[in-house]
C-alpha cells in the first residue's frame, strides 16, 4: 500500500512537472511573438482592398511603397509576372528589404482570374523556412515548411483566405496551437553544449586569423663567432621544420575539445574513418537515418512562390542524402536534442554542422570547414551533390 502511495505521488509530481513545461513553453513562445515577431498585419489591414483583393489592373499599377509599420519599415510592392503577380509585405532592417526575412508576407495570385492561390509567411531570414496558406473551402489551410523539410500539412484555419492575410501572426499562431507545436518552429531552447561548441570554435578561427594578420619580425642573420656552419650540420631543433612541429604539436597539446573535435572532422579520409576519430574523442556518434517525421520536401525552384512537395530522400548507405535535404534533416534530427552536432563528410567535403540557437532560442546551423566558419551557400557552392552525416552528443 505504501508503495502504491508513492507511485502515486510520483507520477502526480511527474505530470506537475510536465504541465509546468508546458505553461513556460507557452509563455515563451506569447514572449517571442509579442516582442520579437515583426508582425506587419497593420499595415496587411491597411492595404487589404487596394492590393490583397484588389483588382488584378489596380495592384499592377501599384508599384512600390516604404511604409512604418508597429513592425518597423515595411517595403509593399507588386510584381507582375506571366503567369501570376505577387503582393509583398516585406519587413526592412536599415533600409534594406530582404524578400525572405522574418515575418514577411508573399501573396500569389492569378494573372487571369485575380484568385488568391497562396501565400507564404517567413519564419525565418531564409527562404527555405515558411508557412504556407492557401484556399480550402470556405476555410483556409496551412502548411508549416522548416529548412526545406515538410514539418506538417493541412492545418485547417477558419476563414477565407484573404481574412486570414490580414490576421495578426499572434492569432494564427493561437488558432492553429492545438493542432501544431510552434515551439518545434521557434524551439525557444535553453543554452546547451552545442551552444558551447559553436562559441569556442568561433573564439580559435577569430584567434587564427588574428594571428594569421599580425606582422612578423623577421630578424637578420647575424655571423656566428664559432665559424660558419653548413645546413647539413644544423640543429633540428632550430630548423624551420622542427619549428612548425614543434608548433603544431604545442597546439595539439593545448588545443580545446572543440578544436580536436573539428580538427579530426577536417583531416577523415572517410566516413568510417571519422566514425573511428569521433570514437577517440570519446563521442558515441551514429549516421542519420531518413527521419521519420519528414512529411516530404519541399521542391522551391522559385523562393517566393512554393511548388508541390516531393518525397523526402532516403539516406543511402554510400551517398547520404542529397545537399536539398541536408538542413532539413538537421533540422528534424535536433528537435530531440539541443546538444546535437553532425558531421558532414562527402567525396571533397569535411563539415561541422552544429545546431544555434540565438537570443530567443530559436534554432539554425552554424558550419565550420578546415579551421575557418561557413555559410551553406560555400557547401551548396561546392563539389559534392550528397553527403554522409554522422550524428553524435555534446556533453555539456
Known amino acids: 500500500m505504501v508503495l502504491k502511495r508513492i507511485t502515486i505521488f510520483t507520477l502526480a509530481l511527474c505530470l506537475v512537472a510536465v504541465a509546468a513545461s508546458a505553461t513556460e513553453s507557452r509563455a515563451a513562445l506569447e514572449r517571442f511573438i509579442d516582442s520579437s515577431f515583426p508582425d506587419n498585419s497593420d499595415i496587411r489591414a491597411q492595404f487589404s482592398t487596394r492590393l490583397i483583393t484588389a483588382p488584378k489592373e489596380q495592384v499592377w499599377a501599384f508599384g512600390s511603397k516604404v511604409q512604418s509599420s508597429k513592425a518597423g519599415q515595411v517595403l509593399v510592392k507588386s510584381v507582375k509576372r506571366s503567369e501570376d503577380f505577387l503582393v509583398q509585405f516585406v519587413n526592412g532592417t536599415a533600409g534594406q528589404f530582404p524578400d525572405c526575412s522574418l515575418g514577411s508576407y508573399v501573396i500569389e495570385r492569378n494573372c487571369k482570374t485575380g484568385y488568391i492561390l497562396q501565400a507564404k509567411i517567413f519564419l525565418d531570414d531564409d527562404p527555405s523556412c515558411y508557412a504556407r496558406l492557401y484556399p480550402q473551402g470556405e476555410?483556409?489551410?496551412?502548411?508549416?515548411?522548416?529548412?526545406?523539410?515538410?514539418?506538417?500539412?493541412?492545418?485547417?484555419?477558419?476563414?477565407?483566405?484573404?481574412?486570414?492575410?490580414?490576421?495578426?501572426?499572434?492569432?494564427?499562431?493561437?488558432?492553429t496551437g492545438g493542432s501544431f507545436d510552434w515551439g518545434s518552429v521557434f524551439k525557444l531552447g535553453k543554452k546547451s553544449a552545442s551552444a558551447d561548441l559553436v562559441a569556442d570554435l568561433r573564439s580559435a578561427s577569430a584567434a587564427s586569423q588574428a594571428e594569421a594578420k599580425a606582422p612578423r619580425v623577421v630578424l637578420a642573420s647575424m655571423p656566428s663567432p664559432f665559424g660558419a656552419s653548413s645546413p647539413a650540420t644544423s640543429s633540428p631543433a632550430t630548423s624551420p621544420q622542427a619549428t612548425t612541429l614543434q608548433g603544431t604539436k604545442a597546439?595539439?597539446?593545448?588545443?580545446?575539445?572543440?578544436?580536436?573535435?573539428?580538427?579530426?572532422?577536417?583531416?577523415?579520409?572517410?566516413?568510417?574513418?571519422?566514425?573511428?576519430?569521433?570514437?577517440?574523442?570519446?563521442?558515441?556518434?551514429?549516421?542519420?537515418?531518413?527521419?521519420?517525421n519528414a512529411l516530404g520536401l519541399s521542391n522551391d525552384g522559385d523562393p517566393l512562390v512554393p511548388a508541390a512537395y516531393k518525397p523526402f530522400p532516403r539516406y543511402a548507405a554510400e551517398g547520404g542524402l542529397p545537399l536539398a535535404a541536408i538542413r532539413g534533416a538537421l533540422y528534424l534530427s535536433a528537435l530531440n536534442s539541443q546538444s546535437s552536432a553532425f558531421a558532414l563528410i562527402g567525396a571533397q567535403g569535411r563539415i561541422?554542422?552544429?545546431?544555434?540557437?540565438?537570443?530567443?532560442?530559436?534554432?539554425?546551423?552554424?558550419?565550420?570547414?578546415?579551421g575557418k566558419e561557413i555559410v551553406w551557400q560555400d557547401i551548396v557552392g561546392g563539389a559534392d551533390q550528397s553527403l554522409r552525416v554522422l550524428r553524435f552528443e555534446m556533453q555539456g
Do not use: N, W
Open 352 to 370: 561541422l554542422a552544429v545546431p544555434s540557437f540565438d537570443e530567443q532560442g530559436r534554432i539554425g546551423f552554424v558550419f565550420f570547414s578546415g
Open 139 to 175: 476555410g483556409t489551410k496551412l502548411d508549416v515548411v522548416m529548412y526545406g523539410a515538410l514539418v506538417k500539412k493541412g492545418i485547417y484555419i477558419s476563414g477565407l483566405i484573404y481574412h486570414v492575410l490580414t490576421m495578426p501572426f499572434s492569432e494564427i499562431v493561437a488558432e
Open 251 to 292: 597546439q595539439t597539446e593545448t588545443s580545446s575539445e572543440s578544436e580536436r573535435l573539428a580538427a579530426a572532422v577536417s583531416v577523415a579520409s572517410s566516413a568510417e574513418d571519422l566514425r573511428s576519430k569521433l570514437c577517440g574523442l570519446g563521442f558515441s556518434p551514429s549516421e542519420l537515418s531518413s527521419p521519420a
